[in-house]
Structure formats: structure tokens, C-alpha cells
């Protein structure tokens, strides 16, 4: 009798658990897993029944669920498919993969395509994802993060028809060593921003927003480029309107598989700053960049700048500090490629984005007509030339 | 370390406690003196230092109740992780912070139930058993998070009244959130019921001696679920701390290794609550000083060096000055009624 | 004849009783997965079908599976042998990181040798590199007492931070055009080949895991090992040496870790790069775990973790279901392969005799 209780007990626990976790989400956590009898499969059955309200609603599920059937059309000539290989992480990271996706959906929306996105779990895995699409004949390819480059192009050879769209991958002005084809390649292209311009003009209405003359900057790791380049832009900005004005900014201390997923040291680092005197405060490193905004959020008198997309629309709770964030406009650019690509006049190599300050939202009042015309003039500024972020990769 | 054990009890006690003299001296000293130089910065980095090390503190506590009764704890990370998913969807649900509070402690109490269904119960390892904890969370938290939701506001500071505004130690002890207010007394309440109270007598008599305790009339089982289930409950209020006081939203996997920092914490203060808040303290206070660092711009290195401070620091204070540390005698071991 | 048949009847009783609780667990780790994936709103039956397509579907897919076992049989290797002395290594990942940046420096930064030379320098190179990276806690729980749990936590940081660094600084590929840390390609004459769909790296790995057991129980050395584990004082009353065992015992754990951050190195990624390699080393102690700190044990918990792993991307291609379900199996089937008692009921199995292999680790937690 005693090993009936315990298993009985292991299933309940294990039930209890899904209610805890199913029960928040779906409209039915009481249920009554004490009717303990039965063989144990019934048992099993009735213990875990409380979570089957669960609904999982990944970004795109109501497409996916409609296209699936179709799935495998993809081979032939009339189904335009668009698969996405995400880096590192999920499609509903609040920054680049999101906007990445969304961009697909936005073209797939027009051309009547079927999309698909793969999340990749582990960095060795970039490479078989990309197959998978390839494989089932899917026409573009998005990868999305530099992590991404150097397995697009060696995908990009062994699928010569399939277009590869490159987010944040730079194509270098000379092959690889050991390269074989044509060089850049015809089916990739790199979809890259000057991210430092962006940040340039985030750091310039910080400079013209503080009082204190100390603006702060908490950042995802060095390791990843467009970090930098948001970042030195952000400090260049803010100097180039306001000499005098401190700058204190810091990278997180880990690796790359915790620095932009610790939303804690983002919000304990922005603290510290704030406690320092900084009362503008640039987020700018996925998830631990959001808990930098969402820790601004509750201190009064200080700003925040979000980054990647409008963290308007992706962090509400940013919303009683968040003037504007720094964007790079993927989800445009990856419809635009992806267009392209349909209209067979696929741009091969580098292929630039656009860039610029979102929206001010609820600041619009805030911010002086005369801040708004300076940042217009930084903006033509930047796009002319005539203003240089120092910036220099590499 | 032998020589110490057969030197004279009086002079090993002296060297211990001289030795955290010579420490609480020093640092006070060093505070001192980077106050009247920038007061500001002080405060900065000895707020953040509390902050940083709450979660790890919480996280050594629940450990700790669990190995002073002789249940290894290291699903510690798990507990707080799921404990912190729970707690958000309560608050995106309900936008009462109480609730939500109260439901990740609730479910970090489930959690630890659960490992004591599994250590005591099922006499499993207890390594298996925290280490299931810890793949369970992060799988069910994963599988089930969903992009969109947004909590209704975290908890904010609530200033002590004249308290703070005192110089100092004001605004870095007297103008916390509540979370952290009740984890600087959890300190205080654990030492104090585990080495003052006949309830600590009995989970030390069981962590340490199960047989004589059981021979004694003290009910083993009862012990270590009820510790247990309470060290649960405190890593669940580490997680609510994540969700619902620092960060005031959820993501995937946040914890980032808390628990296992927290479950070194717990070794390196020796299986004692204010040890544990004094190496969490320490662990703290590097956080703080790294970012300080990159802020000040002061050194001219990578910062993956400065990075490493934190971890380095510990390993020389441990090797140095802290040494050897002896667990509760039946730590890990099931126990098994005659 | 009739003997022979009773032989072959015991045999096969002997290996249900030993394959009967993990086969059972597995079964059930599914099942309970399916109820979930069920109440989620997704069909099991699809995502099962696409994860054992991925995992073992076509030459490229069963190619994968092995890949993805082979480091994980080294991390959970280096694992179970420190649980043989009582040391719990949670640091295997630090241990595989200096093992993989040491064979992709010696990989791309040693030249001309032929692949027969080459190659296992550059393992032997991640060996030495893992084994001393693990000398670390052992010598420092040695001579100061510090609880390796401690130290292999804070070692793994700081591993983490040195290779950045060494991948961002020093051994960075300066080649034209690159802007993202890493090291440059190692050279062919360093890389690990694939014979079929089979890794050479896996075979490696089996015979690490063959050679990890002969040590253990075929040798003096293994003997200590283990005696100090069981009871360290006793080993010190018989005249071992304990301190010395420890550290050993810990360079050993290292090196097995450090090869596997090699073999990833030399047969999978082809160079240094922060972000890869995450999590193997903290794999490894699931898969000690599943594998009951047996040598031989790790080399199915490994297969079976590492076709879960490769296969999770088809599941989410075809059946559109989040590879965080893999996860969740996994506990469950670490849960029930453990916790036999449920399964002994189900089967009406007897409780374990004394000659079979009970899984105590944490006994050591504290000792010496």
C-alpha cells in the first residue's frame, strides 16, 4: 500500500506543479486530482489534467498552425517560403529576433508566403538549422545575429537558389581565406546598421536632456559589436552637445550566454548609476538592457533610452521614463530584402538599414522644439557626412 | 589545519574572531575613508552592494535551513527561478504585489516540498534531487513563459522615517524595498532560531546526529520536510525578489547561476546565516565595485579582468582566511528509521 | 542445449533487471511529457515523431546525434569520476573552456606538422589545459580546505571571463573583415574527421569512457580513488594518500573535461568562439547524474540527452513545439530513473540487493 501512496504522491506533486505553472495562465486551476484510483495511467491522466486549459501563443502560432498543412509545398515553384534561424535565444526576445520575425511576417503578409522560424538552443546548432530550411526548399532564409555569418555562408554555397539574409552580418570586402565562387556571393545579403549614428543621436538628446551633466550607459558585452557601436556612438553624441557632460557606462562583467539575459544586473547597475547622480539612462543589451529601462522607471526625474526597436511598444513598464530608444529598423529592412528577393532583384553584399531616434510618445511636450531641430540637423548631419561618430570597427 | 585543531581552545577562538575583527576594522576603515572622498559614489556602491547580494542571501538561507537538517540543497537556482516565473504571473494576473509575493513563495515552498518528498521520502540523492529541481524549472518556466505579458509595477522603496536620512547608512540601509528589509531580518531570525531556540537545537540534532535525535523522540522525517519546505520558501522569496522587486518583469532562464552562487555563499559562511551574509556581503560589494570601476573609468584594462574580481576575491578570502568548513555531520546522508 | 538456453534466460533476466528501470523511466518520462505537451495544445505524437526524425532520421541526423553526445559523455566522464573520490566538480565547463581555446590555439598557432602529429597535440594540449584548470580546487581544497563546490563555481567565471578575453585579445582572428571575437580556423592538419556518420571524437569518447572505468576498477590508483570517496578517513588509516588522491583525482576530472572542449573544437566548431560550448559542462553533471556515475552509464545518458538535443530542431520545425519541452522530459525521466522505488512497484521488482549499485554522491559533500 505505501508504494501506491508515494507514486500517487510523486504524480500529484508533478500535477501540482503544471497548476502552478498552467493554472495562472488557463482559465481552470481547480481541478480535483484526489480521486486516487484506477490503474496508474488514469491516475497519471487525472493528476496532470488541471493544466489542458494551457495555451501556448508563441508569436506566430495562429500562422504557423494555418500553414503547417502545406509544409511541404515549399519544394515547388509557386509556394514562396521564408524560414528564420534565430541566434542564440528565443523569437520572442523583445529585440533583434523579434523584429527579425516580424519582418518576415510583414513580407510574408504581402506575397502570400509561408513562414517558419527555428529557435536555435546551442551555437553549434546554426548550421544544421539552416539545412533544415534549405533542405525543405524554402526560397529565403533569414539568420538572424553575427553570430550567425560565417554558417550563412557556407550555407549560401550549398544552397546556390535559396536567398540568405544576414541580419547584423557585415559581408567583408575580400573572400575568406580558402574561399571557392564568387565573391560576394550572390544569394547573401548582409542586412547592417550604423549603429553608431543611432546611438549617436540617443547620446545627443541625453546630453541636451540632463541637468545633473551625468548621463549613464548600461550595455550588453563588448564581445558583440553593435553593442560597441551603440555605445561609442552614444558617447560621442552626447559630447558633441554637451562638452562638459559625464559619461559613466559599463559592459556587463559576464559571458556572452548571460550578458544580455540578466535583467537584474541591468536594474542594479542602473540604480547605482542613478544613486551616482546620472539621470539619463541608456538601456542598451537585450533583456539586461530592459531591466535597466524597467528600473528607471520607478525614480523620478530620470530619463531612459531604449534600443534595437521602439521599447515603447516591447517594455511598457518602461513607460514613465522612456523617451525614445536608438533603433536600427530591421523589421523593414528584412521585409524589404525579403521583397526583393521575390521580385528577383535580390541585392547581394552589404545592405545598410536605416537607423534613427523612435518615436517620444508621451515626451512630445517634454523635449523643446528647439532639441527636436538640433537632433534634425544631427541627423542630416550624420547622413551627409559632415558629422562623424568617430566610430571605427575593427 | 591540524595544529589548529589541538592548539588551546581559547586561542583558536581569539584567532577566529580576531581575524573578523581585523576584517570589520578594515573595511569600515576603507568605507570611512571613500566616504569623505565622494559621498555620493559610497552610497552608491554600498546600495547596490545590499541589492545585489539579497537574492544570494535568500538563496543561502534556504540551503542552509535545509543542510543544517541534513538535506543538501542544489536545486536552489530552480526553486528560485520557478518561484520568480510564479511570482510574475501572479502579479501580470492579479497586479497585487502581495498576492504575487506570496505566490512565489508559495511555489519555492512547493519546490521544496517536493525535494523533500524526493531526499526524505523517496530517499533519492539528494544531489539527483536538486538537480532534477533545477532542469524541471528551467524547462517548465521556458516551455511556458510567454512574450507579452506585463507586470503591473514592482516593489518600491519605503523610506524608515528620520532613519533615513541619516548620513550613510540612511540611504543604503534605511530606504529599501520590503523584500529587502525582511531578508536583512531573516538573517537575524535565522541565526537566532537556529542556534537559540529548541526548534534549531532539534534541526541541528538532526542534521548532525539523526539516530540519537530519533532515540531522543525528535521525529527525523518531520524535521528535514518542514526545514526543507521552509528553505524552499525562502529561495521562492529570492525569486520573488528577481521578479517583483528588482526587476519587475520576468525572462527566461534570469537567474544566471544566483543559486549556485548562493549555494557557495552558504559553504563559505560555514553553514551559519551571518557567515552567509557576510560572504554574500563580499560578493555584493565586488558587483558593486566592478561597475564603479567601468563607470570611473579608472583602469586601463579589458574588463574581463575586473569582470573576474568577484570570483578571484572569494577564492583568495576562502583559501586565505577561511579554510576549511565542516557540514552538519549527516549532511546528504537519507536516513533510514530501524 | 538446456543450459545453454537457461544461460541465455538468466542473461537476458540480468539485463532486464538492469535495463528494465531506465527503459521504464524513459517510457514514462515521454509519457508524462505528452500529457503536457497535450494540455499545451500541441500534438505529442508529431513532436515525437519529428524528435526521432531529427535525432536519428537520416546519416546527417544520427551524424548530429553523436556530435552532440560527444561532449557530453566528457563533461558527464569528468563529472562521475570526481563523485568516484566524494568531490563534486560542478566546474567541468570552466575545465572545458581552457580545454577548447588551448587545441584551437595549438590548432591554428602551430603549423606545419602533418594531421597525424598535429591533431593529437592539439588534444593533448586541451588536455593538459583542463586537467590543470582543475588541479586549481583540488590543490586549493588540498592545502587550504576550500570546499571545492566553492571554488569550481568561481572558477567557471572566471574561465569564462579569460576566454573572452583570450578570444577578443590575443588569439583573436585579425584576419581582414572580422569584427567578432574569436579565434582564427584551426588548420586541417588539427581537425578531428568523420569517418561516415560516425565522429571520430565520439570514438575517442567511448574509449576515454572504457579507459575511465579500467582506472577505477583496475587499478591501485582507481582503488584509492574510490576508498577515498567511500570514507576518506579509513583511506588515510590504510595508509593512502588522501591529499594527493584528491588532487589527482581532480587533474583526471579536468583532463576528461578538457578533452571534450577539444574534441568540440577540433571536430565540430573549427575554432574558439565565445557563446559556443555554453552549458556542457553543466550538462555533464545531469548526465553523471542519469548515468549513475557509472563510466559506462554516461555513454546512453549521453546518446539519449544528445538525440534529444539534435532532434529538438526538427520538432520545432515540423510540429511547432518549444525545445524547452526537451527539458522537462529530462527532469522527469532524471526524477523516475532515480527514484526506482516507483518503478520496482510498477514492475514488482524487489528492492535492490546489496550487490547491486546503490547511487549515494552526496555523502562526500563535506568530507575529508
Known sequence: MRRVTVLLTTLLLFSLLLVACGGQVGNEPEAEPGAEVGTETEAEEEATEPAEEEEETEPAAEEEESEAAAEDDCASEEVFCIGLVTDVGEIDDKSFNQSAWEGVQAAAEELGAQTEYIETRDATDYGPNIALFGDNGYDVIVTVGFALGQATLEASQTYPDVDFIGVDQFVAPEAPEGWEGEWPPANVAGLIFPEDQSGFMAGALAGMLTESNTIAAVLGTDLVPPVVAFKEGYEAGARYVNENVEIISTYHPGGLDVAFTDPEWGASTAAQAIDQGADVVFGAGGKTGNGALIEVASHEGVYCIGVDTDQWLTVPEAHPCLVTSAMKLITPGVAELIRASHDGNFPNGNYVGDVGLAPFHDFEDEISQDAKDRLDEIKSGLESGDISTGYNPG | ?338 | MSIGNRNWADRLRTFWRGASIPLVAVALALLIGAIILVASGASPIAAYEALIIGAFGNTTALQRTLEKATPLIFSGLAVAFAFKAGLFNIGAQGQLLFGAITSAAIGFGVTGLPAIVHAPLALLGGAIAGGLYGAIPGALKTYTGAHEVITTIMLNYVAINMTDYLADGPLKDTSPGNIVARTPAILPSAEIPTLGPIPLGFVIALIMAAAAWWLLWHTTLGYEIRTVGLNPSAADYAGMRVAWTVILTMILSGLLAGVGGAVETQGVIGRYQPGFNVGLGFDGITIALLGRTNPFGVIPAALLVGAMRAGSSQMQFSADVATEIIDVILAILLFFVTADLVIRWLLRMRAPGVEEEQVTLSSGWGQQ
Open chain 2, 1 to 338: 589545519m591540524e595544529a589548529a585543531a589541538t592548539r588551546p581552545r581559547e586561542r583558536a577562538f581569539l584567532q577566529r574572531y580576531g581575524t573578523l575583527t581585523a576584517v570589520l576594522v578594515v573595511a569600515l576603515a576603507i568605507i570611512i575613508w571613500a566616504y569623505t572622498a565622494s559621498a555620493q559614489q559610497t552610497q552608491a556602491v554600498l546600495a547596490s552592494t545590499i541589492r545585489q547580494s539579497t537574492p544570494l542571501v535568500l538563496g543561502a538561507l534556504c540551503g542552509l535551513y535545509g543542510e543544517r537538517a541534513g538535506v543538501i540543497n542544489i536545486g536552489i537556482e530552480g526553486q528560485m527561478l520557478l518561484a520568480a516565473f510564479i511570482g510574475f504571473l501572479a502579479n501580470v494576473y492579479t497586479g497585487n504585489l502581495i498576492v504575487a509575493v506570496t505566490a512565489g513563495v508559495l511555489a519555492g515552498a512547493a519546490m521544496g516540498l517536493f525535494l523533500a518528498f524526493m531526499s526524505v521520502t523517496l530517499k533519492m540523492d539528494q544531489i539527483i534531487g536538486g538537480t532534477v529541481l533545477n532542469i524541471l524549472a528551467f524547462g517548465l518556466t521556458g516551455y511556458f513563459y510567454q512574450a507579452g505579458l506585463t507586470t503591473q509595477g514592482k516593489l518600491q522603496p519605503i523610506a524608515l522615517g528620520p532613519l533615513a536620512d541619516l548620513p550613510l547608512v540612511g540611504p543604503v540601509l534605511f530606504n529599501n524595498p520590503p523584500i529587502t528589509y525582511l531578508t536583512l531580518l531573516l538573517v537575524g531570525i535565522s541565526h537566532y532560531v537556529l542556534f537559540y531556540t529548541r526548534w534549531g537545537l532539534r534541526t541541528r540534532a538532526v542534521g548532525e546526529h539523526p539516530r540519537a535525535a530519533d532515540t531522543l523522540g525528535i521525529n527525523v522525517y518531520k524535521m528535514r520536510y518542514i526545514n526543507v519546505t521552509l528553505g524552499g520558501a525562502l529561495a521562492g522569496l529570492a525569486g520573488a525578489f528577481l521578479t517583483l522587486e528588482a526587476v519587475g518583469s520576468f525572462e527566461r532562464s534570469m537567474t544566471n547561476g544566483r543559486g549556485f552562487l548562493a549555494l557557495a555563499i552558504m559553504i563559505f559562511g560555514k553553514w551559519t546565516p551571518l557567515g552567509s551574509w557576510g560572504a554574500a556581503l563580499l560578493i555584493g560589494v565586488t558587483y558593486a565595485l566592478n561597475t564603479q570601476f567601468q563607470f570611473l573609468g579608472l583602469v586601463d584594462i579589458p574588463h574581463q579582468f575586473i569582470g573576474t574580481l568577484p570570483y578571484v576575491l572569494t577564492i583568495v578570502v576562502l583559501a586565505g582566511f577561511v579554510g576549511r568548513a565542516r557540514p552538519p555531520a549527516a549532511d546528504g546522508v537519507p536516513y533510514e528509521k530501524e
